[in-house]
């Protein structure tokens, strides 16, 4: 798996949620560390945190997690812009950047390590560039590109996420099926249900 990287992007205000959704009480820790627990057991290396609002708090919920920070001083731009800072991470990582990345978002805490391993299986099983989850009738993330595509997310609008790459480039993109990737959070009542889910299968186990 240490051929590709993984970009977790945490940047965001969470201004729908009233307050830092990245770190609030998730299973006993901050989302954002669960995120990155998970992220780092799926084996992709490095593992970049892009923060923004918060950053200082967001750093310190992630203490003693070999992640690297990366700290978007535009986030307030949009997600485009923390895509083009978590790329520029990798592409400076020693002592070679990584093969690709998947891109993740903190705010999909039902995602785990399986999750991002099987978009790594896929890419190594059909050489595409990318591969992208598919839910409810979309696609998004958690996506894996290939270096080939670092160019196209580069030139990205500040206020875009990576969805119309992935649309622009349907020809040339694997699909997974992962519907826990639909498990976003941006409200409270989002909040309760996804940490409900969570909890029920965290019992089946």
Not at 75 to 81: P, Q
Request: hydrophobic share 45%; proline share 6%.
């Amino acid at each position: 798996m240490h051929e590709f990287g993984l970009v977790l992007l945490a940047a965001g205000n969470a201004s729908r949620m009233g307050q830092p959704k990245q770190l609030m009480d998730f299973g006993g820790v901050p989302l954002v560390r669960h995120a990155a627990t998970e992220a780092l057991a799926s084996g992709c290396a490095p593992v970049v945190v892009v923060c923004g609002a918060e950053s200082a708090a967001v750093t310190a919920a992630l203490g003693g997690l070999a992640v690297e920070i990366a700290y978007n001083d535009r986030w307030a731009e949009g997600m485009g812009t923390s895509i083009h800072c978590g790329i520029r991470r990798l592409e400076s990582y020693a002592p070679a950047p990584p093969a690709g990345l998947i891109l993740s978002l903190a705010d999909q805490p039902l995602l785990d390590r399986d999750a991002f391993r099987r978009l790594v299986e896929i890419q190594h099983g059909t050489g595409l560039p990318i591969v992208t989850s598919t839910y409810d009738g979309t696609v998004g993330v958690p996506v894996l590109f290939t270096r080939e595509m670092f160019a196209e997310l580069l030139a990205l609008p500040p206020s875009q996420g990576c969805k119309g790459v992935i649309q622009r480039n349907a020809a040339r993109a694997a699909r997974l099926e992962c519907p826990d990737a639909l498990a976003d959070i941006d409200t409270p009542g989002d909040f309760d249900r996804v940490l409900g889910e969570f909890r029920r299968r965290r019992l089946l186990k």
